[in-house]
């Protein structure tokens, strides 16, 4: 059967969402409903957890904690498929990804949390790539984009209920019952997977040997500059971004060493498809991970309780399940004007949420909150419209032998894009007001010099998408 989805019959949506194809969708898109779920949860939550148990300076750790260990996940994902088949991988996830939030919800301190945090990410990215990784499983190739479009769309149900569940129990006092609610969802995808997903391994095994020391050093990486960001001090958080991209350029050259791939073949070269795509999507991504900081601006500027905060910032996450729905079953010369047309929204996005955040008549002015509303939406819908159509470009790119180690490979580099930009997330705001002098004037400087900063990266993803055919 030919890989290339021109050469399929003409899919519809009820192809994907009728029958069979419906129950092994949710099976599918379970883990990314988990995993979306559980982030705006937390993203939710921490101004609470910080307020119960200190730890402000670990903010920003909360997310590059668990997207680095999702990284590791993520990256030993195929190794997994290949060692206990789709049905019992998934089940493997699901059981420490629950182990995590239970070690959260008992943490006495942040420290303690970010230890739970790091497990969560683990399973959490083990479940994310498996989602991916299990379209070119189960799903005939005319149907890989729609499927695409449907895995990004879990993250709306997760705007819908990870805020919804981390504002109430927030707002009641109650943030640990928040990870203990991730349970009974766990339970519930566990008992799907148990009855649709395939037990047995695949016979035809690609060469996936673990490149552990590629790894370790791609989260070392990560956790150098946020241990550099933690500093006050401009020149230790400069250092650490210094060290972080020296391990990163020493990957590069020792990637596929011994047969040992982290990354498919051609993904470090501009010449190569791979490389334009990998890059284009982890300047995106860049953009998107403002949203880190978002609750926090909105409480403390705006005075907004936890749930609306929660809520306003997860309307970044619906403008990408809207955009990726709108586009997954867009073909021909369209998807190239898309593909342009993304990077260019969150820009200008970002470039109005630097200047309306830190206004205080945001609030009392009802044209200013629609705008601001209309840039949000813009961030997320913006990488939305791209996402289903770069994924598909890394499947039909992917040389072959490394067809399952691509599939994985776009979210290695999806959370490797989220940890590091998180990480520059915290050495901009520490360094421009969120800690000194604080409060709300801190707060309003580190929104503008934010989301000013973070607008560089689409402005320089929609230079390199043209590259994109």
């Known amino acids: 059967m030919s890989n290339d989805p021109s050469t399929q019959p003409q899919a519809r949506w ?45 903010y920003a750790w909360n997310t590059t904690v668990f997207v680095a260990t999702s990284i590791v996940g993520s990256a030993l994902s195929s190794k997994v498929l290949d060692s206990l088949g789709p049905k019992f991988a998934y089940l493997t996830a699901l059981i420490l990804f629950s182990l995590g939030s239970i070690w959260c919800a008992a943490s006495p301190s942040m420290l303690t949390l970010l230890g739970g945090r790091a497990l969560q ?60 609610a991730l349970l009974p969802v766990a339970v519930l995808l566990a008992i799907i997977v148990l009855g649709q997903l395939p037990g047995k391994k695949s016979q035809q095994q690609q060469n996936n040997k673990i490149p552990f020391l590629a790894i370790s050093l791609l989260v070392a990486s990560v956790l150098a500059i946020s241990i550099g960001s933690l500093s006050e001090n401009l020149i230790n958080n400069l250092v650490g ?11 590069v050259f020792i990637d596929g060493k011994n047969g040992k791939r982290l990354l498919p073949t051609g993904s470090y070269s501009l010449k190569s498809t791979l490389g334009v795509l990998f890059l284009t999507m982890t300047l995106l991504v860049g953009g998107m991970t403002t949203e880190i900081y978002v609750p926090y601006f909105l409480q403390t500027i705006h005075q907004f309780s936890p749930l609306i905060a929660g ?27 898309i593909l342009r047309a993304g990077p260019v929204i969150i820009f200008i996005s ?38 289903p159509h770069l994924v598909l470009r890394v499947f039909n790119a992917a040389p072959k032998g490394e067809e399952n180690l691509a599939s994985s490979s776009v979210i290695t580099i999806q959370l490797y894009a989220t940890a590091l930009s998180a990480a520059l997330v915290g050495v901009v705001v520490n360094n421009s007001g969120l800690i000194s002098p ?9 929104s503008i010099w934010l989301f000013a900063l973070f607008a560089i990266f689409p402005l320089f993803g929609a230079i390199l998408i043209r590259k994109v055919k």
């Open 311 to 337: 809520y306003l910032t997860a309307v970044m996450a619906a403008g990408w399940t809207i955009g990726a729905l709108f586009s997954a079953n867009k073909t021909g010369d369209i998807v190239l004007r």
């Open 121 to 180: 990410g683990f399973g959490g990215g083990i479940l994310f790539a498996l989602s991916y990784a299990l379209i070119r499983v189960v799903f005939t190739p005319n149907l890989w984009s729609r499927a695409m479009g449907v895995v990004s769309g879990m993250w709306g149900i997760a705007t819908l209920c990870g805020p919804a569940i981390g504002g109430i129990f927030a707002q009641g006092g109650h943030w640990r019952w928040a990870f203990w």
């Open 241 to 251: 971004l210094l060290i972080g991209i020296a391990i990163l350029i020493t990957i």
């Open 438 to 446: 604080g409060g709300i004037e801190g707060a309003q400087q580190a």
């Open 14 to 58: 009820a192809d994907l969402l009728s029958g069979t194809n419906a129950l092994l969708t949710i099976a599918l898109t379970g883990g990314v409903a988990l995993h979306a779920i559980n982030i705006y949860i937390v993203t939710t939550i921490l101004p609470s957890v910080v307020n119960d148990i200190g730890g402000l300076e670990y």
């Open 350 to 387: 970002l470039i109005i949420l630097a200047i309306l955040t830190p206004n205080l008549a945001l609030v009392s002015s009802i044209p200013l909150f629609i705008i601001y509303l209309i840039a949000m939406t813009g961030v997320g819908f913006g990488i939305g419209i791209c996402w």
